[in-house]
């Protein structure tokens, strides 16, 4: 199973596990859930890091901090990020035993795990 860019839409956890307990009843033994998606730590620095990141990656395409605002409210009314070792924990408890992240730049990240 692949999930680009949408299980940030899934606001509660408790929905996520389920979600994540489902594909894994659906995967045959040896199958893998690989999920690419966007994984913020809600405060600190690690945050403010991705976020300066994030502004920076905007600039360079031509939206203007003021624009990246807006986009940023719009996307909180929407949108639920956690940080990586939140999401792995879910996906642990939903039955996979070895969750891990494949490969990472900022806050995109691919993560997932296999069915034994």
């Known amino acids: 199973v ?20 489902a594909i894994r009843a659906a995967l045959e033994p040896g199958g893998l859930v690989v999920v690419g998606d966007l994984l913020i730590h809600p405060e600190g620095p690690e945050r403010s890091q991705m976020l300066r990141d994030w502004y920076a990656h905007m600039a360079r395409h031509g939206i203007t901090a003021e624009e990246a605002d807006g986009h940023f409210a719009q996307w909180a009314e929407e949108d639920f990020y956690v940080a990586l070792v939140e999401e792995l924990a879910l996906i642990h408890a939903a039955g996979f035993p070895r969750p891990d992240c494949f ?11 296999f069915k034994d």
């Open 2 to 21: 692949v999930a680009p860019l949408a299980f940030h839409r899934v606001r509660d956890q408790d929905e996520k596990r389920e979600l994540y307990r």
């Open 103 to 113: 490969w990472r730049d900022g806050g995109i990240t691919v993560y997932g795990g």
